[in-house]
């Protein structure tokens, strides 16, 4: 299966390779893909513009900075992108310090960042998901307590099963919190994960799911 990852940072760079191991054709989109001449010398990843990128993948990887995300989208061509499943891993981070650890979103209670790209591009199949955790565990987490949860929302069934399926090969568990509404809880647990950074420099965690039998 064909895969693009659109973002040259280092949560991209870490997915792509995520993808390559496991057997996809995967390229990174990028404005400037003489920026990553180094490693895809060392990945055999080949980085193209994000339109390129857009076009070679069936399966693609929005991670960009949240307020490059729309801009990324537009770039990318929603005519590129349509009928395409889009994993969202972005988070409306605002460009401010963290008070107390805890950081700021440049979107409200009541909306998403996913929410605003679905609407920018309704025929695209947008999937939160890799948003609630550092890009040192996204692929092959390991904990002592077990298999992390990772939690995933999107309109669209047959894309979020796709994504399903991509998450377990990662190694993680799966719970699907529903529709794009959702992403206005999921993407919170990005500034909850943040804290014991911030405050404690300790970012070896993940969220886990606990359910009665």
Request: proline content about 6%.
């Amino acid at each position: 299966m064909k895969a693009a990852v659109l973002g040259s940072g280092q949560v991209a760079k870490v997915l792509s390779k995520g993808l390559k191991d496991h057997g996809y054709d995967v390229v990174l989109g990028t404005r400037e893909p003489s920026k990553v001449k180094d490693w895809q010398t060392q990945t055999g990843i080949k980085a193209v513009t994000p339109e390129e990128a857009a076009k070679h993948g069936e399966l693609v990887v929005l991670a960009v900075k949240g307020s490059a995300a729309e801009k990324a989208i537009q770039q990318a061509g929603t005519g590129n992108l349509r009928g395409k499943t889009v994993i969202d891993v972005t988070n409306p981070i605002a460009d401010e310090p963290p008070v107390n650890g805890v950081i700021k979103f440049f979107t409200g209670p009541n909306e998403s960042l996913m929410e605003r790209l679905q609407q920018l591009a309704p025929e695209v199949h947008f999937v939160k998901a890799f948003s609630c955790v550092g890009n040192a565990f996204m692929v092959h987490p390991k904990f002592p307590g077990g298999t992390p949860t990772m939690f995933i929302c999107g309109n669209d069934d047959a894309a979020k099963k796709a994504v399903n399926d991509l998450l377990v090969r990662f190694g993680w568990e799966v719970a699907d919190m529903g529709k794009a509404e959702a992403a206005r809880a999921i993407e919170p647990l990005c500034i909850l994960w943040c804290i014991p950074g911030f405050l404690h420099n300790s970012w070896t965690h993940a969220f886990k799911l606990l359910k009665t039998a």
